[in-house]
């Protein structure tokens, strides 16, 4: 079948983005948001995973919400400003990745489809796994990626184009002897009998409780190894390097959201700041991210650190994955070198 064919085909399909999670590593920015609604650069982080299903024909598409769900609500609308139509799915009790899948089938209607994580970046080739994915009849196509970096992401295990296992993390200091290994993108493409291995109502998670059990069945689960940009935006240091980094593409090393106040005899460099940001004079910011109506006081030193205003994490508990921060006047400073 040609590419075109693929293509049409998508165009018809449904997608789901996952925008549930709580975002615990990236607190304080998701004390009082939802990960996938944190701005990266003006836009929210689930508003690129929109317009990703929409680049290749996937107009209608289900978000799950937990956390939040008014901030993702506000971050998208109905959609149209992402080139999609929306239907929000609420989780009164979080589900995880499968059990949210569960929550939302009778919108599938028994078709194919697409499901991404609400917090990535990417252009990685979603046409070219569907036509994989057609070509070898799977229940399932995880798209995958080279983990050269070897960053902290489970490794994927393969035979003949297959996945056959999740390993644990890959070792830092062991090199490995061919090639590195495979991690999942959190880009899927499911077929409608994969409901038959998700248990109802219940949490769940595909790669703990329901892509193992599908294999040992004998199911067809078909590893897509893809090139290109990708970008998980789940800690506070990852989303300051991978906003500097999509900076730097532009030629740049700061952003400034709306009404941005500094001082020109303030030094600012190498950060982030959200809107209605105030940097008075002689002040330094270095490698931070700012969070909206920050005041950064006159000869302040801010530096690889987020800070946001005290009252947005009033009265709430640090989650357990969070970073340690402290008070520091009118603003929560937490730093990245802990």
Known sequence: MAAGAFS??????KGMILAAGFGERLWPLTADRTKPALPVLGKPLVGYTAEYLASFGIKDVIVNLHHEPDSVRRSLGDGSNF????????????????????????????????????????????NAAMAQHRAQNALATLVLKRNTARERFSMVETNDGFVTRFAGMPPVTQPFADEPPLMFTGIQILEPRIFDYIPPGVFSDTVVDVYPQAIAKGERVLAHVAEGMWFELSTLQRYLDISLALLREQGRDLYTGRNPAIDSHADVRDSVLWDDVRIERGAVVRRAILGDCVRIREGELIENSVVVRNEVVAGKNKPSKALSGETRGENFVVSLSQ
């Open 8 to 13: 049409i085909r998508m165009a018809l399909m």
């Open 83 to 126: 080139g999609v139509h929306l239907k929000y799915v609420h989780e009164p009790v979080i589900l995880g990745t499968s059990g949210a899948l569960d929550n939302a089938r009778d919108l599938f209607e028994g078709e194919t489809f697409a499901v991404v994580n609400g917090k990535l970046i990417t252009n990685l080739d979603l």
